[in-house]
């Protein structure tokens, strides 16, 4: 093939950090999509369910679609296929065994036909101008992959989240034959899972959990409650093995803990008798001591089970001699609903156990510095692109790349909508595409904008004001008389006072202005302004004002 014309573009459209990962591969007349993940909300964002990709730069090339590649089964690397998939064109999702059965668990809840393709890490598949081929790595889900990507301009080294495990839990350790088959068949460009490289040395292997758990629950009395991402397949097979061991029953608590559970025991990947587990109904019926309970809620999300237990609004209730472990690190936004959750777990007489003050209850998925580092030189790519970091991290890894002789212009440093740009052997940023977070709330996608969260944030700090005006059509005047009612700003019994100022300052306005202005729209503004300054002289706080207009 004559690649002297031949052209390459590389986007991340959901962004350029953690999470919502989604890679373009572009070429003249092809497109492959590499994941296809959700993000979590921070905290400046209330109400908000998931973030997903912004596919607006796909728009007019929909037609240019040939496939979507999934690298593992982690949730900020398929979860968007729900939302996305509805506004692109029907083409195949390929994906490992287990990779493919925790995704389907979403789909087939939403009732989604999606075209699964179950690939093996002996086949390459040839989309376009693409041939992908799939290597095993390890993480903390099983069954994970990176992908070498063959394109007209040289071969492309997909390096998401990975690390060399040498003893796994469940599987073979990372395939490093063929990395190193891959690298030394020429690799021009290296993206590189870069979230863990601050930490020095290599990430320890998973089986460590298992020991922890087993000095644990020797000790507990009552329920052994464990909560850990529900995709963290290796994690939870180290939970049922201690369970086996120390004859305690299994409990799956929280939906997508039992929707993940039940397809990895079907695939093969979770190795528990059938007659070991004990459902959430029935937990009842046996003795606290003779129960390991695996519970969603790692992230202290606020409806989560474990949440729920916690404010005793759950079947299974936990009390006093308890042990409940938290076997996962806050992800960065979520550490604050991981304290407030420890705290209600506390309150309910439970021992529990978390990152600070027991080691050993997570291991991370994430290959650390010298891992990555012997990746580069198994891959040996002319150019790197460090990600699935935060800027910090993206710093930190460019350092270290120098350390081992890389310049500047081959260090492709991401930022948000950046064009990565592949031509005759050669990378580089070729220029910028607009990339927004696009926010679902439970009732829709993308209809929640920065004005939204102002609002929901406003309301949450210092409470809504409601302004009542009754209008009559017919005469277009206001009449009777105007009505002010508040929520989780003042308690009204004993604000008469303020609350009746409030409604002089609005009679003044109406007095003053109403005649002239005959937009109501406007006159909602000024009302809105004017009240915002008062109660802020009088009280020191910004409510949100929301003047209604009651045609009678
Ligand atoms: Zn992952």
């Not at 409650?225 to 061991?245: E, M, P, W, Y």
């Not at 929707?259 to 004990?278: H, S, T, W, Y």
């Not at 904008?449 to 609002?455: F, P």
Request: hydrophobic fraction near 40%; include cysteine; charge should be negative.
């Amino acid at each position: 093939m004559d690649t002297t014309n031949s052209k390459l573009k590389i986007l991340a459209l959901g962004g350029a950090e953690v999470n919502r990962n989604m890679h373009v591969y572009e070429t003249e007349k092809d497109i492959i999509i590499v994941d296809c993940g959700i993000g979590f909300p921070d905290e400046n964002m209330p109400g908000i369910d998931v973030i997903i990709p912004d596919i607006s730069y796909l728009k007019d090339k929909k037609q240019k679609i040939r496939a979507i590649f999934l690298t593992h089964g982690h949730q900020d690397h398929w979860g968007s296929l729900v939302y996305l998939l509805p506004s692109l064109p029907k083409v195949p999702v390929y994906g490992t065994k287990l990779t493919i059965g925790l995704a389907s668990t979403k789909s087939d809840q939403e009732r989604m036909k999606i075209d699964y393709r179950e690939v093996d890490y002996k086949t390459p598949i040839t989309v376009g101008d693409f041939t992908v081929d799939y290597i095993h790595v390890n993480h903390s889900v099983p069954d994970s992959a990176n992908l070498v990507i063959h394109t007209p301009v040289g071969v492309i080294y997909h390096g998401s989240d990975f690390k060399f495990d040498w003893t796994p839990v469940d599987e073979a350790p990372a395939d490093v034959q063929k990395i190193a088959r891959a690298g030394s068949e020429g690799v021009l460009l290296m993206l590189e899972d870069c979230l863990r490289v601050e930490k020095s040395g290599y990430t320890p292997s998973e089986q460590k959990v298992q020991e922890t758990f087993d000095q644990q629950i020797q000790k507990c009395k009552g329920k052994f409650i464990v909560t850990t991402t529900a995709s963290s397949i290796s994690r939870i097979q180290q939970a049922v093995n201690v369970a086996i061991k120390y004859g305690r029953k299994v409990v799956f608590a929280g939906r997508s803990m039992e929707q993940n559970a039940e397809a990895a025991i079907r695939l093969g990947f979770l190795k528990l008798p059938i007659d070991q587990i004990v459902s959430v109904d029935n937990a009842r019926s046996h003795a606290s001591q003779d129960l390991l309970i695996l519970v969603t809620g790692a992230f202290g999300q606020g409806n989560s089970a474990l949440a729920r237990m916690a404010n005793g609004d759950h079947k299974i209730k936990i009390t006093e001699g308890d042990f409940v472990t938290f076997s996962q690190d806050p992800i960065p936004g979520t550490e604050t609903s991981v304290d407030n959750l420890i705290n209600s777990l506390i309150k309910t007489g439970a021992e529990v156990f978390y990152s600070s003050i027991l080691d050993d209850l997570h291991v991370s998925g994430h290959e650390s510095a010298d891992g990555l580092k012997l990746m580069l030189n198994l891959v040996r790519p002319k150019y790197v692109l460090p990600i699935g970091g935060d800027l910090r991290q993206i710093k930190q890894y460019q350092k270290m790349v120098k350390t081992m002789g890389y310049k500047d212009e081959q260090i492709i440093v991401p930022y948000e909508g950046q064009i990565v740009e592949v031509t005759n052997g050669k990378v580089v940023v070729s220029g910028k595409t607009e990339v927004k977070n696009i926010m679902v709330d439970g009732l829709g996608i993308g209809d929640v904008g920065t004005i939204v969260l102002r609002d929901r944030i406003t309301m949450a700090e210092d409470g809504i004001v409601m302004v009542l005006l009754p209008y009559e059509k017919a005469t277009g005047e206001m009449v009777g008389d105007i009505d002010i009612v508040s929520r989780g700003f003042v308690y009204m019994k004993e604000s008469d006072e303020l609350i009746g100022e409030a409604k002089e300052v609005v009679r003044k306005i109406l007095a003053d202005r109403g005649k002239e202005i005959h937009n109501m729209g406007y006159l909602k503004r000024v009302l809105a302004e004017e009240l915002e300054r008062f109660f802020f002289t009088s009280t020191r706080r910004r409510p949100l004002i929301l003047p209604v207009v009651m045609e009678i």
